[in-house]
């Protein structure tokens, strides 16, 4: 018997249960991500208008992933709403190019066991990882609101290897009249940030911080005075040694001499700001390492900017989160005369990366430096983070220091994304009214022969406890169903006996050490 067959006969277009990841499933994206929500939904998702962190435990296949979607859906929606108050979302759910990077920076030795690395790892590596995709999506916004008003930032997230999600689309665009009404200050505080965080591999990084330096009518042609100066004194000055040479005034020992001094004389002002912008790039290319710079394109870059605005400026040249917040705050600025009054940052999947393998211990090191309160309540600033239940044991445990640093107090902490019986017969209805013809509203009950009684049903989805268990057994029992039957003779209705079966060899399989 076939599947669709019994599906048709409910009213079912196509199987609701055949897909288990929120990324690839096209009815959660189509029709579940604005109508099947989590009874904390509101206050994971809060006010936009005033950005708030949120943190949210829960094991495997509970619907953090689903949840961060449909908080990504409904702040595009926000953004088209409210056009005069957007806000910036940023997509820290990929780890592996800054965690790659970083690694790169520990020695051979350290950099063999991920524990070792992820030991090393701090809060500012975070905030850099953060403003990297911030950033980097912020310019390429600004370079497509070029063409067009609605230019979206495409290749967001590191050049496409940091996942910033070139989602962005046309609710999140700079606008063109916002970057042309710019004032200097914030020019030069965007291309400080572009300077440090632009990731992008669309062009060569100095081609790019050109190009973006002459969308912003960032002037800045005084910057090469001091060179023009030292060219043309050196050329005079050794016009003049060899005149007086020739004319027999000075003789060769003291051209020999003579020469070189002025010269250096002459190329003193430019050498000692070459040497300046050449160690605040070495300071930035050694303690930002969650990013990939050349230490020589940087030094060029910051030698088109002005000594004087490059002054008492901050750089992630040190191994403190000061000039991160600093940073921080100037990116906030930026986006609040561009229009937006906040920025949200969903962090998800801290067990995908290679580094941590979804080991508990590995996790916990990459993940604690991120809790901490200051950034947490940074004014302006959400994040919200959808993180593995097993951390939040790891947290109950924790002594009284982490707690203070942390103050999960006055955050917004679900400590178990749990579904009940009836949140999961909602959610499987849904997925069904979503898959069925129109004017069918199909229910999981329906598919079940009335042996098997409505209240069985709640005490078995709740034994299942998350979204991820139900979609795969109900997908099991409709697969065993058609099993035991062929198209000549067709039972529409799934007996208990094959429910109670699956359920039995379904439950084994959870109960297993590898499940």
């Excluded at 277009?13 to 989590?38: G, M, W």
């Excluded at 524990?115 to 916004?141: A, K, N």
């Excluded at 505080?189 to 009518?217: I, N, P, V």
């Excluded at 983070?385 to 947290?395: F, G, H, I, K, S």
């Amino acid at each position: 018997m076939n599947i669709q067959s019994l599906l048709e006969h409910h009213g079912i277009l196509r199987n609701p249960f055949a897909e288990e990841d929120a990324q690839t499933d096209p009815v959660f994206k189509e029709h579940c991500i604005q109508s099947a929500y989590h009874p904390v939904w509101d206050k994971v998702y809060g006010d936009p208008s005033e950005p708030a962190t949120a943190i949210v435990f829960g094991p495997k296949g509970s619907g953090k992933t689903a949840m961060r979607l449909q908080i990504d859906r409904h702040l595009k929606r926000y953004n088209r709403e409210h056009p005069k108050n957007r806000v910036w979302v940023i997509r820290y759910d990929d780890f592996n190019p800054f965690l790659d990077h970083f690694r790169e920076r520990m020695s051979r030795r350290a950099a063999r066991k991920p524990e070792r690395v992820l030991e090393s790892w701090r809060l500012w590596d975070h905030m850099d990882s953060i403003l990297c995709l911030g950033v980097t999506q912020l310019v390429d916004s600004i370079l497509d609101a070029r063409a067009s008003n609605a230019g979206a930032g495409g290749d967001a997230g590191a050049g496409g290897e940091a996942g910033a999600g070139g989602e962005a689309g046309a609710e999140a665009a700079v606008h063109k009249e916002d970057v042309d009404r710019l004032e200097r200050t914030s020019t030069r505080d965007l291309l400080m940030l572009a300077c440090c965080y632009d990731q992008s591999t669309a062009s060569t990084f100095t081609g790019r911080w050109g190009e973006l330096r002459k969308r912003l009518g960032y002037q800045n042609w005084t910057v090469h005075l001091d060179l023009v100066l030292a060219v043309v004194w050196v050329i005079a000055a050794a016009a003049i040694v060899l005149w007086l040479y020739f004319s027999q005034r000075i003789s060769g020992t003291t051209v020999a001499w003579l020469l070189p001094l002025a010269a250096v004389i002459g190329t003193l002002p430019y050498a000692l700001r070459w040497l300046r912008c050449h160690w605040l790039a070495r300071g930035v290319r050694k303690h930002m390492r969650v990013g990939k710079r050349e230490q020589s394109s940087l030094r060029k870059v910051l030698l088109r900017l002005p000594a004087k605005e490059l002054a008492s400026q901050p750089l992630p040249r040190f191994d403190r989160t000061d000039d991160r917040y600093e940073l921080l705050n100037k990116f906030q600025m930026l986006l609040e005369r561009l229009g937006f009054v906040g920025t949200i940052v969903l962090v998800d999947r801290v067990d995908e990366p290679h580094l941590t393998g979804g080991k508990q211990e590995l996790m916990r090191r990459f993940v604690w430096p991120l809790l901490d309160n200051k950034l947490l309540k940074q004014p302006g600033l959400g994040l919200k983070l959808m993180l593995p239940q097993e951390l939040y044991r790891d947290v109950e445990r924790e002594d009284r220091e982490f707690h203070e640093r942390a103050r999960l107090d006055k955050q917004n902490v679900i400590p178990s994304f749990a579904w009940t019986g009836e949140a999961l017969y909602d959610l499987a209805r849904s997925r069904m009214v979503a898959c069925a013809a129109e004017g069918q509203e199909p229910e999981p009950k329906d598919l079940f022969d009335e042996k098997l009684s409505y209240q069985r049903l709640l005490m078995v989805f709740q034994s299942l406890r998350v979204p991820r268990h139900l979609f795969r057994f109900l997908y099991r029992v409709l697969v065993e169903h058609c099993n035991k039957y062929t198209d000549a003779d067709r039972r529409y209705k799934i007996d208990a006996e094959t429910f109670e079966a699956v359920l039995a060899l379904y439950s084994r399989e959870l109960d297993s050490p590898t499940a």
